[in-house]
């Protein structure tokens, strides 16, 4: 069975410019999870995803910051601007039921400058 | 509220046990994981247990819940140089729409 599918893994912008993540969960899955993982941190949810409707994105600053499921199967996070501070990895995670057990992705790491 | 609290680092000779310790204050969570995170990869499920069982045991990995203490442990027997990785605790509250809460992870060196 395929696991959760990230890209790119790494990424490097400057401040102010725009960037995107994508995430294909393993087949089935409904639940779809992204987190942000600041280094020495553990990661904190951003937005969740049940089929393609947003269940708790409370965490999410959506002023620069979206995120979509379209057909609920594949997702995507951007950012626009980012800032500093958003350098991080960016895991995305996927569940066959609604809290049911989380598996996760490479991740993509993020380096703002 | 939901808080989960781990030791950030633990040291052990290669062929010892390795006991990482978790604390969580809320008390509807249903079920508490163990993550393990390597340099540079994502977060690999090790095991996770039901709040309504008191241990579980996988192969090396024994897991003790107290929950009238909210303290989970992980027991990693027989501890190899490859065990070396963050471990993260983390809770899941069933109130029908909180996903995972970690812990800050602990970082567990294994010396040969």
């Known amino acids: 069975e395929a696991g959760v599918a990230q890209s790119p893994r790494y990424k490097i912008i400057e401040k102010r410019q725009s960037v995107a993540f994508w995430c294909n969960p393993i087949?089935?899955?409904?639940?779809l999870y992204w987190y942000q993982q600041i280094l020495g941190q553990g990661p904190k949810l951003l937005i969740q995803?049940?089929?393609?409707?947003?269940?708790?994105d409370s965490q999410l600053p959506k002023d620069r910051f979206s995120a979509e499921r379209l057909k609920g199967v594949d997702s995507t996070l951007k950012i626009q601007p980012a800032k500093l501070e958003d350098s991080a990895v960016y895991l995305c995670a996927s569940s066959l039921e609604f809290e049911g057990v989380a598996f996760f992705g490479q991740g993509t790491r993020l380096t703002v400058v | 509220g939901e808080d989960v609290e781990q030791s950030l680092f633990l040291s052990v000779r290669e062929g010892d046990s390795s006991v990482i310790n978790c604390t969580y204050t809320?008390?509807?969570?249903?079920?508490l994981y163990w993550y393990k995170q390597e340099p540079g990869a994502g977060l690999q499920l090790l095991t996770y247990i039901f709040s309504n069982m008191d241990m579980k045991q996988d192969q090396r990995l024994t897991v003790l819940l107290n929950k009238k203490d909210k303290h989970l442990s992980l027991r990693i027997a027989d501890t190899q140089t490859g065990d070396s990785a963050i471990y993260f605790c983390?809770?899941?509250?069933?109130?029908?729409?909180?996903?995972?809460?970690f812990g800050k992870g602990t970082r567990l060196s294994v010396i040969a």
């Open positions: 809320d008390s509807s969570s249903t079920y």
């Open positions: 995803f049940q089929n393609n409707g947003v269940v708790d």
């Open positions: 983390a809770e899941s509250l069933y109130s029908g729409n909180t996903p995972l809460v």
């Open positions: 087949s089935g899955h409904a639940t």
